[in-house]
């Protein structure tokens, strides 16, 4: 640099006297100075700094991109703009890098691909322009071996033919192609492609029992999520919804009468009251116009009810717009209204007016309602050799078309309606109403006992989460009036208040919690006398106070039970019939019982011993899950209407016993107590029960909420002695507080699909793993949530 600015200076200088030796110039141009030559000099490497920069973070956006083919085009654009013996050297060691380390990446893409070769060339020429990064030497010395064994794994072995070499190499890639499937779920077909080819490949089965094993911990997380979200909906059932907020000042702009659903249509019709109605032989268009204006005046809403006259076709010599209606009604309902309407036509046909989901159609009363829809049928051969003839061959489609449906006995003679059928190919393509191609749809099914062509599996799942949550924390005093410790003050004895001559047994604990306000604690208090529910720890203090005996006994309990029930019962059905599965256990139990007997001895006294109750008769009972079901198919293709008639999960809680115990009479007069010489058994099965009656219509693949019912009891216990359970921290020894927490979440799911005879889906989505086709690779879901 200082060589270069003194040069520019003596440069500088003999051009100075150069010019005071020569004459000036009128227009000559001014010479540039050193400064303005050094600065030049220094904008241009700023420059050049700046584009090799820009160029290098560009290489580096593209690497990271997974671009790195046009990444390393950039970093060997910027070596060839460099000089590694310049100034400019750093630039050229960072560029020469990310050749290197895009080599690399694009090595490791390859190898994935099963292209071994081609990694390893790759990976070598990274090696050789970073020789200082080991982690690159050390995977170009792999890749290279892999490369030498894949070109000839079997060297020196004469059993190995080319189609084996050529299914290994087949195995490989679609091994290789299956890791980078399992990112998105899809690992299953590559994986059951490679055991095609090799049943015993050890790689493959290892690898579907990675992602299993993956797929395991995925659903315990995704059980412990659906868990938490039904305990939280008990929760946030206790939050009122807030009020809706009405505006009463919000009102339709008057125009043209909107669309409406057919109950909201049924509701006008009969809230909506006409002042005055009086027409004198106006035509039946204009009257029917003048009423629908009329309705829109006089519905507190502005918004009337859309009216469309559908009239017959004209024929010949009448003309159906020239009927006439004459009427004079006053405060009549709109209802009323179209009936009375419909009823007195002059010079035409009766009419009716139909319901529907946009507007009220008046139309003849020999037509059928609804708008035309086009259809098309494959006809069966049986039920178009019964419709034609064999001389009806000939005719013209329509003809045909025409033939078959008085066959069906569809009705015909609807305006705009049409039918074509094709005998050689035994296509019919109708338009009608949905009514009446239903009937075409239904008699199609039903052709001579032909098997429907569509079937459904209907998968339901029962989902239930209970929690039952007990705390208790209870002081109770006793004290006796001699030195004598009081007994119940033993540690591990139940506190019997009724045997201290003085203490704090009013305070109660768990005995405070009602048994019947949680079904689930009282029938498992009954099935289960050891109940832990009741069973709080005990920390007993036995102590003799100024000559009496003292007994303080402190109960401690946090219980918590959980009870999760999944029970998901599928079966397939054809269409329009009914199947039923139980997958049950039968249960045998008494229902009668012999009386027990206490037998005598020679004297004729009691031996001391009863002969036990024996059961007499039994009944049985199916525990475990029935459905019942019938699917139907729709004019719409992927819907399905289905009729549970009975969808029952049935289980065995366990027995009651409602025996007594037996006791013997003292034979000693003086003796004022009786001996319970044994007990008499007699017990009685309590079930449980969840069942569903239902009619539905799902979509293919769909995952429908059909039922629930969420609960949440909570009972609580505080008591106190006054005044001395107030006192701060002493008063908690003169107080008891118990609570319990019974939270209950039963879900009931169903999920169709419609499959064709040979068990394949007509809609798929995921063949191979509907899981990941419903809700991703990174949350597997099950059939039905």
């Not at 035309?372 to 329509?398: F, H, I, M, Q, W």
């Amino acid at each position: 640099m200082f060589y270069f600015l003194g040069f520019c200076l003596i440069q500088g200088v003999l051009a100075e006297e150069a010019t005071d030796n020569l004459p000036e110039p009128s227009n000559a141009t001014r010479p540039q100075s050193a400064a303005e030559l050094t600065q030049r000099e220094i904008d241009r490497r700023r420059e050049v700094t700046f584009r090799l920069n820009e160029n290098l973070d560009l290489a580096e956006k593209l690497y990271q991109a997974g671009e790195w083919e046009h990444a390393q085009a950039k970093f060997r654009l910027v070596m060839q703009q460099t000089d590694p013996q310049t100034s400019t050297s750093g630039f050229y060691h960072r560029a020469r890098t990310g050749v290197a380390k895009s080599l690399a990446a694009q090595a490791l893409a390859q190898e994935k691909e099963g292209k071994s070769a081609e990694a390893a060339g790759l990976m070598k020429q990274a090696a050789d322009l970073d020789p200082t990064n080991p982690l690159v030497a050390r995977e170009a010395a792999s890749l290279q071996e892999q490369a030498g064994r894949a070109s000839d794994p079997y060297e020196g072995n004469s059993a190995v033919t080319a189609e084996l070499v050529e299914k290994t190499k087949e195995i490989k890639k679609l091994l290789s192609l299956a890791d980078q499937l399992i990112e998105t779920g899809q690992y299953r077909q590559k994986l059951d492609d490679v055991l095609r080819i090799d049943p015993y490949n050890s790689a493959a089965r290892k690898k579907i029992e990675g992602v299993e094993q993956k797929r395991i911990l995925v659903a315990n997380k995704r059980y412990d999520a659906s868990r938490v979200k039904a305990m939280t909906q008990i929760m946030e059932a206790w939050v009122p919804p807030a009020p809706a907020r009405v505006d009463s000042k919000q009102s339709r702009a008057t125009g043209a009468a909107g669309a409406s659903s057919s109950a909201e249509i049924l509701q006008a019709l009969s809230t909506i009251q006409i002042p005055e109605l009086v027409f004198n032989e106006k035509p039946i268009r204009d009257a029917v116009d003048e009423l629908q204006r009329l309705s829109q005046q006089n519905d507190p809403q502005k918004r009337g009810v859309n009216i469309v006259l559908r009239l017959p076709r004209p024929a010949e010599g009448s003309d159906p717009e020239a009927a006439t209606v004459s009427l004079e009604l006053r405060n009549i309902k709109l209802q009323t209204a179209l009936k009375y309407l419909c009823d007195q036509i002059r010079g035409g046909e009766k009419l009716r007016y139909d319901v529907e989901n946009s507007a009220v159609l008046i139309l003849p009363v020999t037509e059928t309602g609804g708008e035309l829809e086009t259809r098309s049928y494959t006809l069966p051969p049986s039920l178009l050799a019964n419709s034609v003839k064999p001389g009806d061959s000939s005719k013209s489609p329509s003809d045909l078309g025409k033939l078959v449906l008085d066959g069906i006995g569809v009705n015909t003679a609807l305006p705009e309606s049409k039918a074509i059928c094709f005998s050689d190919t035994g296509k019919l393509v109708v338009r009608n109403t949905p009514n009446e191609l239903s009937k075409i749809e239904q008699r199609i099914r039903d052709a001579q006992g032909e098997p429907p062509q569509k079937q459904f599996e209907v998968e339901t799942k029962f989902l239930s989460f209970t929690e039952n949550d007990v705390k208790n924390f209870t002081f109770n005093l006793q004290m006796s009036g001699s030195t004598a410790i009081p007994s119940p003050g033993s540690p591990g004895a139940i506190y019997d208040p009724g045997s201290a001559s003085g203490g704090t047994d009013g305070l109660r604990g768990t005995a405070g919690l009602n048994p019947g306000g949680g079904s689930l604690t009282a029938l498992q208090a009954l099935l289960d006398p050891t109940y832990p529910q009741k069973a709080s720890n005990q920390v007993g203090v036995n102590a003799q106070v100024f000559g009496r005996g003292f007994a303080a006994i402190l109960q401690l309990l946090q219980n918590a039970i959980g009870r999760d029930l999944v029970a998901a019962p599928r079966v397939t059905l054809a269409d329009g019939k009914q199947s039923k599965i139980v997958i049950s256990r039968r249960m045998y139990y008494p229902t009668s019982y012999t009386q027990p007997r206490v037998p005598n001895n020679d004297q004729g006294v009691g031996a001391g011993f009863i002969l036990p109750s024996n059961p007499t008769g039994f009944e049985t009972r199916e525990i475990g899950t029935t459905l019942e079901v019938k699917g139907e198919s729709t004019s719409i293709p992927k819907a399905v209407d289905l009729d549970f008639t009975n969808l029952l999960v049935e289980d065995f809680e366990g027995f009651v016993d409602y025996g007594v115990l037996i006791s013997a009479a003292p034979l000693d007069p003086t003796q004022s107590y009786n001996t319970t010489v044994g007990a008499s058994p007699y017990l009685v099965p309590i079930f449980s029960k969840k069942s569903l009656q239902s009619r539905v219509r799902l979509i293919d693949g769909e995952t429908v909420g059909m039922g629930g019912l969420i609960s949440d009891t909570v009972q609580m216990v505080d008591d106190k002695v006054p005044l001395l359970g107030d006192i701060p921290m002493l008063g908690r020894l003169f107080r008891s507080e118990a609570s319990q927490k019974i939270k209950s979440n039963l879900v009931i799911f169903c999920t169709m699909r419609i499959i064709n005879p040979d068990g394949t889906l007509v809609f798929p989505e995921d063949d191979e793993n509907p899981e990941f086709a419903q809700s991703g690779s990174a949350e597997m879901m099950p059939s039905a949530p």
